[in-house]
């Protein structure tokens, strides 16, 4: 089974709306995970709109599922992670200020860098994940920077899902089967929802982890977190 990691920005952007502690982060991640989720997600910026720094501090106690961090590797995010020491760190490119993530790593022209942080975390027991676009060149990049995974980012394939193009599936199997090839994991995130997501996991070789976020949470004020997330349980077995 594909395993579902909730990514519970959505929360701490509701919560740091009004002020105070409503909705409380700490509370649905338990919740989250009693629910059935297999990880908590966040994604502290720089400027904190959402998710805190301390949030990721606090969540070290309560996550005892996977606990996955993503973010830009610079100095104070780095620091952070390996304060926290989660399960898993996935590496992603967001210029500051950036509303939402929109690229992939340019594995080739970032490689140094790159496998100079992923060492750094790996020394500290910390798994690994690059966030790329289903370029083959890209997979062969991240493959030489050492780490244990990539992360596909799945925007264009949700596009093209919602315009009822199917082939726009394509580069995203062929991404895999190299990944696959190489020895690298496969995780997957970035507008994959209720309605996309049975199609995606179906057709993508040895995925073995989704991020969701922004779609799940949207659909819980419909139909409730329980429901949505156990939803999600079905369609990824």
Known sequence: MTKLSVNINKIATLRNARGGNVPDLLQVAKDIQKFGAHGITIHPRPDERHIRYQDARDLKSIVYTEYNIEGNPQHNFIDLVLECKPTQVTLVPDAIGAITSSAGWDTIKNQTYLTEVIAEFQRNGIRTSIFVDPILEMIEGAKATGTDRIEL?????????????????????????????????????????????????????????????????????????????????????
């Open 153 to 237: 980012y799945t925007e264009e394939f949700a596009h093209q899902y919602g315009l009822g193009n199917k082939t726009g599936i394509e580069p995203y199997k062929k991404a895999a089967l190299l990944a696959n090839k190489l020895g690298l994991g496969i995780n997957a995130g970035h507008d994959l929802s209720l309605d996309n997501i049975q199609f995606f996991k179906e057709n993508i070789p040895g995925l073995l982890e989704v991020s969701i976020g922004h779609a799940l949470i949207s659909e819980a004020l419909y139909l409730g977190l329980d429901n949505v997330v156990n939803m999600y349980l079905q369609k990824l077995k």
